[in-house]
């Protein structure tokens, strides 16, 4: 089945909704951005995930609390990380999952992307998992399918141009409440391409909604947005001033784009001066996490000797990624 990349803009009417993913009583009807998601819902999500993250050792493999549901992984981008743990998350809740590499095809057909949104629902579907390479593609399709009386569908965002990745961010929360137990008391960095990277949005719109005290970015002056103060961060030029004290420490994936392009003289010089390396991490605490949302860029954004170290939960964030995503999908069916 094949779709055109191009995506409309939202109806003004739909502009203006401030939560278009709230059901009329404040319910989850859908995932699309942290982004002014009220506390207590995204800490209902990682409340939810915490007894997920112990089903394999109970040796049980699946759950039937989406028995019956069709989840469509609609991924007009490559991912095959976050798809592989979106169609692990469904399955072990007894889901039937369809997976359609959208992308693959699209320029030899013309069908609009609301076009086969349409197709896909008469077809009985109950769950869309969106990936696009443009901004907004997950809001169209849940604002068509409102607007259309069809609310019984959901739609989870999996990332949308720089715009959000939701479950990452949900996922990155989990993690560091997970070892950190709560955000009051923290000071937490992310560090590097802040400008290009819907993970550093989502959780930063995730951390000050739950209140972080100090949430710091650090970068070069190109790889970090306009005003990304105004987001309630502090910035930093200097990685080692910016991580003094840390508690967390989110390195952010360099993509190989930004180290041939103009933005950076070269991925060594990065790594100098923005890469994490032992004697950098030294200036956190002695109890900091270090965390990455993969897949990492050894020797550019990380060295081996902090990715392979005690203080990195890399791996941990991809467990806790299905946990977390099994939570989405289960509070969106209802259960």
């Not at 059901?23 to 951005?33: D, K, V, Y």
């Not at 993509?255 to 030294?282: D, I, N, V």
């Amino acid at each position: 089945m094949a779709v055109s990349h191009s995506v409309p803009s939202l109806p003004a009417e739909t502009r203006s909704v401030r939560n278009p993913q709230l059901g009329p009583n404040g319910s989850l009807t859908h995932l699309l951005t942290l982004e002014g998601l009220p506390a207590e819902v995204i800490r209902h999500i990682l409340d939810t995930a915490v007894p997920f993250t112990s089903i394999s050792e109970r040796d049980v493999k699946k759950v039937p609390l989406l028995r019956g549901t069709a989840v469509f992984n609609l991924f007009f981008e490559n991912s095959t990380r976050t798809r592989t743990t979106f169609e692990i998350a469904a399955k072990r809740l007894s889901a039937d999952v369809i997976n359609l590499n959208i992308g693959a095809s699209s320029t030899t057909k013309g069908e609009t992307l609301l076009d086969t949104v349409d197709n896909l629902v008469a077809m009985n579907a109950d769950m869309f998992v969106v990936r696009h390479s443009q901004a907004g593609a997950p809001h169209l399709i849940a604002a068509h399918l409102n607007r259309t009386g069809r609310n019984h569908v959901h739609v989870v965002n999996a990332g949308d141009g720089r715009h959000a990745h939701p479950t990452q961010g949900l996922l990155d929360l989990f993690t560091i409440r997970h070892y950190k137990r709560d955000f009051a008391n923290l000071t937490v960095a992310i560090v590097g391409d802040v400008l290009h990277s819907r993970v550093a949005r989502s959780l930063i719109h995730g951390l000050t909604t739950l209140s972080t005290p100090d949430l710091r970015v650090i970068g070069p002056q190109t790889l970090l947005p306009t005003a990304v103060q105004s987001l309630g961060v502090r910035v930093f030029h200097d990685m080692r001033a910016g991580l003094l004290g840390c508690d967390v420490i989110v390195m952010l994936r360099l993509q190989s784009e930004r180290m041939r392009g103009a933005l950076l003289p070269s991925a060594g010089e990065f790594f100098k001066h923005y890469g994490l390396t032992m004697e950098k991490l030294a200036l956190a605490k002695s109890d900091a996490i270090v965390m990455h949302p993969g897949p990492m860029n050894r020797g550019v954004e990380i060295d081996s000797a902090v990715a392979d170290g005690e203080h990195a939960v890399i791996l941990p964030q991809v467990t806790f990624g299905i946990a977390v995503r099994m939570a989405v999908l289960s509070i969106l069916a209802g259960n």
